[in-house]
Nanobody, 115 residues
Framework: QVQLVESGGGLVQAGGSLRLSCAAS????????MDWYRQAPGKQRELVAT???????NYVDSVKGRFTISRDNAKNTVYLQMNSLKFEDTAVYYC?????????WGQGTQVTVSS
């Protein structure tokens, strides 16, 4: 059974930092590209950051220079380090794994940034 379990969300003041984690099980983790998405109330789900199986990263413009995605294949875990958080970063953050036609989603973790 495939599971992606996010953790690390919470309430933080603007300018603060959080680190999200996503622990994967039931998949050949090192073969998957991993993403973080987010969805704010009333908005569409947005791709925030991607890391390929080779470790290549990409970010949406709004988080470049503030967020860092990384992965630890030995721990089957992907991380999202979020610094200099802004009110507009408030959203539910979802972990996503993809490989060919296979894709899996986590249940999401809430990040709330107070202004």
């Amino acid at each position: 059974q495939v599971q992606l379990v996010e953790s690390g969300g919470g309430l933080v003041q603007a300018g603060g930092s959080l680190r999200l984690s996503c622990a994967a099980s039931g998949i050949s983790f090192r073969m998957y590209y991993m993403d973080w998405y987010r969805q704010a109330p009333g908005k569409q789900r947005e791709l925030v950051a991607t890391i390929t199986s080779a470790g290549v990263t990409n970010y949406v413009d709004s988080v470049k220079g503030r967020f860092t995605i990384s992965r630890d294949n030995a721990k089957n875990t992907v991380y999202l380090q979020m610094n200099s958080l802004k009110f507009e970063d408030t959203a539910v953050y979802y972990c996503h794994a993809g490989w060919g036609r296979y894709e899996h989603w986590g249940q999401g973790t809430q990040v709330t940034v107070s202004s």
